[in-house]
């Protein structure tokens, strides 16, 4: 086992590398590059998660990107210096950590939703490192690579023959399902899913860093609450959120939206909530 959590605390921590080193040390003339070597993170910010927060973490040779390893682990565990990966044979390292990803499925180091389910609250941190004698530390950064939308239609109550209900439900499509967790690049593939509805006119979903334009809510006729039966509309998000929010996808943390759209006068605004900073107001 090359990963090791300990919830013994830090004494067994370091009497377990320590037999480790000095099976190592005790022959004199032998080949050091397949010691052992003790890769800890130090992550930054760590104060902005709960500390039994679920982490995923991997180590990969590099640059050949041969796996070395993969567990489970927490953001307290990391912090108190209670979980390490073993290195051995590699001048350096590579991999990533993530947490949010339950719900993703995986191929390789690419994550993403599967078809019709809703992306996952992810961030994700990327490194590269040398691998140091004995034991070394690599300085790490979440990043948010979620945006989390709310939708409220406005007047949701005041449509004719709809006896008080909001007479339409929604569907977002789009062709970036996920993100390669070693690149930190945007995954391309269909995405798409239909919100339930929360409120009256009320809808909650997350996306992925976009790769594209291709980004679109649909508005669809609930039967039997609507004059017109056969309506339908859609909205181009990918350019409401550019235009007017600002909003590029190259964000190194990806706010959170909140849209209001006022169907009967045909206006949307749209607030813009960066990660760890002050609300930024858009109208359309």
Known sequence: MTSRTL???RILLLL?????????????????????????FDVA???????????????FAHPDGKP???AGTSVEFIENELFFFTVRGTAAVKGYGLMGQEGLSR??????????????????????ATVEEERFTVPVEFTKEHSHVTVQYLGADTFEYAGGRFPF???????????????????????EVSPQETGLGHFEFTLPRQADHDLVLEMYVKEGLYEYADFQTSYNLYEILRDKGGITWTEKNLP??????????TRVNVGVFPWGEQELEYRL
């Open 107 to 128: 191929d390789g180091s690419a994550w993403t939703a599967p078809l019709g389910e809703d992306y996952a609250p992810l961030f994700r941190f990327g490194y590269t």
């Open 169 to 191: 439900y929604i569907s977002v499509r789009g062709n970036t399902c996920g993100i390669d967790a070693m690149s930190g690049l945007p995954v391309r593939g269909p995405f």
């Open 7 to 9: 919830r013994g605390g």
């Open 68 to 70: 070395i390893d993969e």
């Open 256 to 265: 959170d939206v909140s849209i209001e759209i006022d169907f009967q006068e």
């Open 16 to 40: 377990a590398i320590g037999l480790d080193l000095s099976s190592c040390r005790s022959v004199v003339l032998e080949d050091r590059f397949m010691c052992p070597s003790f890769l800890f």
């Open 45 to 59: 910010d760590e104060e902005r998660y709960p500390k039994y927060q679920d982490v995923f973490t991997t180590v």
